[in-house]
């Protein structure tokens, strides 16, 4: 393949080039040739040279189709889903695990941080230098001008910082026939006016694009959940359409049909029309 950080894969006749690493299609799993199935996209790394020469690219697959063809678990990705499930960053269970979880520790950090910038504002009053000082005249500061240097002060920094995925909850990907655990993904729901751009850029920077996390899935409750944004490390896809499972509230079928992908690039979403060759 030309590039080798991109790899192909094929999903209803529509072909896309996705970043080839440690991270799996949403709802799907892979197929290239033989009697084996995959999930992560940059399987085919660990393959025998002669595999790797003859590999050009994916076919996501349902489960359904892995039953109709007998397809057996690639033994590359069944590893690594073991040492997945050893980590420890599975933090919520929909069930009683969820009781137990204890304080999480980003609100200690944002509790932290609000402290030390509450802190900065209150120093900042009564030690920042007062601006008319720098001036010739000799004038004593006043009130007024102390009130304008606060004021400028907070405007450069905001006194809270909000992240969309401080909302955020890892979700299991349950197996729905062996009911084993598949890894996680990653999901805040959210009011679609909240989600800005630059919050958008925010979230894939620090929490999207880090080593080890799977996808990431934004759904809209003033959307009744029907519309979302998908993310995994390379792409974000604005505009998915989505159909949440009537026996699972965290189970969700993503439809990309009329899907707008982005990459974040210099700190800018900037879109990305994926090659389509059908
Ligand atoms: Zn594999």
Request: hydrophobic letters at 35%; aromatic letters at 12%.
């Given at each position: 393949?030309?590039?080798?950080?991109?790899?192909?894969?094929?999903k209803n006749?529509?072909?896309y080039?996705?970043n080839a690493n440690?991270t799996?299609?949403f709802g799907?799993?892979?197929f290239?040739d033989g009697?084996?199935?995959?999930?992560?996209?940059?399987?085919?790394k660990?393959?025998?040279?002669e595999?790797?020469t003859?590999?050009?690219?994916?076919q996501?697959?349902s489960?359904?189709?892995?039953?109709?063809?007998?397809l057996?678990?690639?033994?590359f990705?069944q590893?690594?889903e073991?040492d997945e499930?050893?980590s420890t960053?599975?933090?919520?269970?929909?069930?009683?695990a969820?009781?137990?979880?204890p304080?999480?520790?980003?609100?200690?950090?944002?509790?932290?941080?609000?402290l030390a910038l509450l802190?900065i504002?209150?120093?900042?009053v009564h030690?920042?230098?007062d601006?008319?000082?720098d001036e010739?005249t000799?004038?004593t500061?006043?009130a007024?001008?102390q009130?304008v240097a606060v004021?400028d002060?907070?405007e450069?920094k905001?006194?809270?910082?909000?992240?969309?995925?401080?909302q955020?909850r890892?979700?299991?990907?349950?197996d729905?026939?062996?009911?084993?655990?598949k890894?996680?993904?990653?999901?805040i729901?959210?009011?679609?006016a909240l989600?800005?751009?630059?919050?958008?850029?925010?979230w894939?920077?620090?929490?999207?694009?880090?080593?080890?996390r799977g996808f990431s899935l934004?759904v809209f409750?003033?959307?009744?959940?029907?519309?979302?944004?998908?993310?995994l490390s390379?792409m974000?896809?604005?505009?998915?359409h989505?159909?949440?499972d009537?026996d699972?509230?965290y189970?969700?079928d993503?439809?990309?049909?009329d899907?707008?992908?982005y990459?974040v690039?210099?700190?800018?979403?900037?879109?990305q029309?994926?090659t389509?060759?059908d």
């Open positions: 393949m030309a590039d080798s950080q991109k790899v192909a894969v094929t006749g529509k072909t080039y996705l440690n799996a299609v799907h799993y892979l290239a009697k084996t199935y995959h999930k992560y996209l940059d399987c085919y660990l393959w025998s040279e595999y790797q003859n590999f050009t690219g994916w996501a697959i489960k359904k189709e892995i039953k109709e063809m007998h057996r678990y690639c033994k990705c590893n690594r073991d499930t050893q960053h599975y933090e919520f269970l929909p069930t009683d969820a009781e137990k979880k304080v999480p520790k980003w609100l200690k950090i944002f509790l932290f941080v609000a802190l504002v209150v120093i900042g030690f920042l230098p601006p008319s000082e010739t000799t004038s500061p006043t007024a001008n009130v004021s002060n907070s450069q905001p006194v809270v910082d909000f992240h969309l995925y401080d955020a890892d979700i299991p990907v349950i729905t026939e062996t009911s084993e655990r890894g996680t993904y990653s999901l729901k959210t009011d679609s989600v800005t751009d630059e919050l958008l850029v925010d894939y920077e620090n929490h999207v694009s880090l080593p080890g934004i409750v003033d959307k009744d959940e029907k519309e979302g944004i998908y993310a390379g974000i896809a604005k505009n998915v989505l159909e949440s009537p699972d509230p189970l969700y993503v439809d990309f049909d899907a707008v992908y990459s690039i210099d700190g800018n979403l900037v879109e029309p994926f389509i060759t």
